[in-house]
């Protein structure tokens, strides 16, 4: 449903046809639903193994440009799943498949790519973050509970009671996230703009955090001594509070679907959403790409909302 929403068709390529790196990976070919031309390859693989990297990833191995003639995409899904033994299905967790819509909303973002040059390939860590986020809420949509988030012996669907249940514990000491994320992204920015001459890390930010008035029950959630991030290079450098700016664009393009006729599933809300922010990557301003896409500047009330926090006027 999400691969037909955004226009791709994805078609499981022969074993052997298409040389992989270990036997659990598979490949699906992705071509434009409309047309049926091919846009790339995609490589999934899913299980943990002895020597693979943890955790879940997306990565492309050859990206789209039309700089030297078209070039189409190749690009994986990796994540550690355990497999399921011998004629029994793998099972996962409502996190982990939530990470693997994250994930994919990378692929997707890849499979999208509409440039010409390939320095224009990349983007602003929070919008593109932002993109891959957006996925995520298709799991919890009528159409993919109904077809994937099954009973493996039944067959039944996962009761909508629960799903709620996992919607409103999402609001769950948001308050305590929110505050001690919120102290590592202001002290980030402030080391930045501070003398640097003899400076007492551990003064400035006792007395940085007093000025915030950040409540003393709460601790940073990096302190100083081991935030990575501060001086990791500029990808991060002063841009912790892009994950945060992530969630505001994920929320408030998230609106956008909710209140369009067809919901998640709103084809022109889609369509709009390729056009200006999957298919551009850094070749348009991501503000200016997402006020085409919205109308206006994202909302920050959208962010409060979604986190069950009150907002004015509501």
Do not use: C
Request: charged letters at 25%.
């Amino acid at each position: 449903y999400v691969f037909t929403l955004f226009n791709f068709k994805f078609s499981p390529v022969e074993e052997g046809r298409v040389p992989v790196f270990h036997e659990d990976v598979k490949v699906w070919e992705v071509t434009d639903l409309s047309s049926g031309e091919h846009i790339g390859l995609w490589y999934l693989d899913p299980f943990a193994r002895p020597g693979k990297r943890s955790g879940a990833w997306a990565t492309s191995y050859r990206n789209h440009t039309t700089f030297d003639g078209k070039q189409s995409v190749l690009a994986s899904n990796n994540s550690n799943f355990i497999k399921g033994n011998k004629g029994e299905p793998t099972l996962v967790s409502w996190d982990d498949a939530e990470t693997f819509f994250h994930e994919f909303g990378h692929a997707l973002h890849f499979f999208a790519a509409d440039v010409k040059y390939p320095t224009l390939q990349g983007g602003v860590r929070d919008y593109t973050e932002f993109q891959s986020q957006l996925l995520e809420r298709w799991l919890s949509t009528d159409n993919v509970i109904n077809k994937y988030l099954v009973h493996y012996k039944t067959g039944e669907p996962i009761p909508s009671k629960l799903v709620e249940k996992i919607k409103n514990a999402s609001t769950f000491n948001q308050g305590f996230g929110t505050t001690e994320y919120l102290a590592s992204a202001l002290i980030d920015m402030k080391l930045h703009l501070a003398d640097p001459t003899n400076i007492d890390i551990d003064k400035f930010e006792r007395e940085t955090l007093d000025e915030l008035g950040m409540p003393k029950e709460l601790p940073m959630r990096h302190r100083t001594p081991h935030f990575g991030h501060v001086f990791s290079g500029e990808g991060y450098a002063t841009a912790y509070y892009g994950y945060m700016w992530a969630d505001v664009l994920t929320s408030d393009a998230s609106e956008a679907f909710r209140e369009a006729p067809g919901g998640f599933y709103d084809k022109e809300v889609a369509d709009k959403l390729v056009k200006y922010l999957f298919a551009p990557r850094n070749a348009m301003d991501p503000a200016e790409a997402y006020r085409k896409f919205r109308g206006r500047d994202a909302n920050v009330e959208a962010l409060m909302r979604d986190r069950g926090f009150p907002v004015d006027g509501e």
